[in-house]
């Protein structure tokens, strides 16, 4: 499986985003897609997950009631929309996938995940 993330770029505070994930290759495989990011002199920290068998979604309570984690499996695509944007979410956002399903307390693990995409940067202005 191939992940391409896409969709970052400079916003000002308040505004939004839409990033995506493209998943080439064997993606009838993949049960759980993650969205991870990690801001500069910090860890990689657990955004959003999407469990494809259960049809359940998750996030960091940061992040809740602002970013929505969506799936087009037409296009084999995993979409994070990001709305009312802070300058604490600068961060360079990864998408990452596992091939069999994953317990909720797991998905903020990144180990847990098979295949990673390259990360796209998102930059929030004051």
């Known amino acids: 499986v191939q992940l391409q993330a896409s969709g970052g770029g400079l916003v000002q505070a308040g505004g939004s985003l839409r990033l995506s994930c493209a998943a080439s290759?064997?993606?009838?495989?993949?049960?759980?897609v993650g969205w991870f990011r990690q801001a500069p002199g910090k860890g990689r920290e657990f955004v959003a997950a999407?469990?494809?068998?259960?049809?359940?979604?998750y996030y960091t309570d940061s992040v809740k009631g602002r970013f929505t984690i969506s799936r087009d499996s037409s296009k084999s695509t995993v979409y994070l929309q990001m709305n009312s944007l802070q300058p604490e979410d600068t961060a360079i956002y990864y998408c990452?996938?596992?091939?069999?399903?994953?317990?909720?307390?797991?998905?903020?693990?990144?180990?847990?995940?098979?295949?990673w995409g390259q990360g796209t940067q998102v930059t929030v202005s004051s």
């Open positions: 990452a996938t596992r091939t069999r399903n994953l317990i909720v307390s797991a998905l903020g693990t990144g180990e847990q995940y098979d295949y």
């Open positions: 999407f469990r494809f068998s259960v049809g359940d979604t």
């Open positions: 290759g064997r993606t009838f495989s993949t049960h759980v």
